[in-house]
């Protein structure tokens, strides 16, 4: 397999990731979590698009312990549909991996005049509109990125989960270093690239159709799965919720469905088995990914991690799917054909 700039971005996502947690901003941060604390907001609101957006359901999921509304929503929306929630009292945390987006950057000409309380943004661009307007700017530090997301996408759900996790109240010193000793986890995960290539390539056998399912923190690996395929693939295979796809796509399930299943959090691993389970006794074909072999399910094994820090590797195996599926198709996987590296058309 040809090393390009989009598997060099892969494999750099570690070293990437690392030096991101190196420059946290923890004191900015524990001021901001101070002002939560002593309610100088009323609600937060959490945007971005594409994988800014995907990256940060779990810091969503996280934010949603706070006495007040944590907001997730897409910023194309929250353009044109939602800038009601946009007032004195609002905490908006705006992420961009460019910061120079084209929704990114028609929402904070629409603020020019009616400023949030505070603006917390994410960004790998210090020098972008979305930085140069923020209250307070975290870099996401993931130098050049070839085409689709890999080291910013990561760096983003990091930042993001660390940064929730220290404005809940959390031990984010803990989180760090769990995120830090992740990167050599991931490091040791990615150095047989090819071979875990071909592993996932003969699992697969013949695709009909195939989805990719997960729930709660395994829902940014669901989305960003679906997006990167997509584009560095050019596949039109679909991520939904387990949940989503109990209600009614159960349908589906025969011998041409191939169902891609996160095991995901604890909490309800159990209820993802089950429906995993009831898709292979309608003669579906599953690919289970777990930190541990299941007994019948074929099983793409994920890097040993921390339950708190899942949603950074569970986004591997997806990543090496797309090389799978652009080799099948005979074309490069990661390079683009109609798009550049930032979205400037609404």
């Not at 997006?227 to 349908?251: C, Q, W």
Request: charged share 20%.
């Amino acid at each position: 397999m040809a090393q390009t700039q989009y598997i060099s971005d892969i494999l750099s996502q570690p070293a990437a990731l690392r030096e991101a947690l190196n420059h946290y901003p923890a004191d900015p941060i524990a001021t901001l979590a101070k002002r939560i604390n002593q309610g100088d907001f009323k609600r937060i609101v959490l945007t971005g698009m594409g994988s800014s957006y995907n990256g940060a359901y779990p810091a969503w999921l996280k934010m949603l312990s706070l006495s007040i509304p944590t907001i997730h929503v897409n910023s194309a929306e929250l353009l044109h549909y939602g800038q009601d929630l946009i007032d004195s009292q609002t905490l908006l945390w705006i992420n961009s991996q460019s910061g120079f987006s084209v929704e990114i950057v028609k929402l904070l000409e629409s603020l020019q005049d009616r400023r949030p309380a505070f603006q917390l943004s994410m960004c790998n661009n210090p020098e972008s509109p979305l930085a140069k307007s923020a209250d307070l700017n975290v870099t996401l530090f993931a130098g050049h990125e070839a085409s689709v997301s890999t080291k910013t996408y990561i760096n983003m759900l990091a930042l993001l989960l660390l940064t929730a996790t220290q404005l809940t109240g959390g031990d984010w010193h803990k989180a760090q270093q769990t995120m830090l000793d992740t990167c050599t986890v991931m490091e040791n995960y990615l150095s047989d690239l090819q071979d875990k290539v071909h592993t996932l390539d003969t699992m697969l056998g013949q695709i009909d159709q195939m989805l990719l399912l997960g729930r709660g923190p395994s829902m940014s690996a669901v989305w960003n799965g679906s997006l990167i395929m997509k584009e560095a693939s050019k596949a039109t295979y679909e991520g939904m919720n387990v949940a989503d796809f109990r209600h009614g796509p159960m349908e589906l399930a025969c011998a041409k469905l191939t169902i891609l299943m996160f095991e995901g959090a604890a909490e309800t691993a159990k209820i993802n088995h089950d429906l995993a389970m009831d898709v292979f006794k309608y003669g579906g074909k599953v690919i289970w990914f777990s930190k541990q072999p299941d007994p019948i399910l074929p099983t793409f094994l994920l890097p040993t991690v921390e339950e708190s820090v899942t949603p950074l590797v569970e986004i591997l195996p997806i990543q090496l799917l797309t090389l799978v599926l652009a080799d099948r198709e005979g074309i490069e996987a990661g390079k683009f054909r109609h798009i550049g590296k930032v979205t400037t058309q609404e």
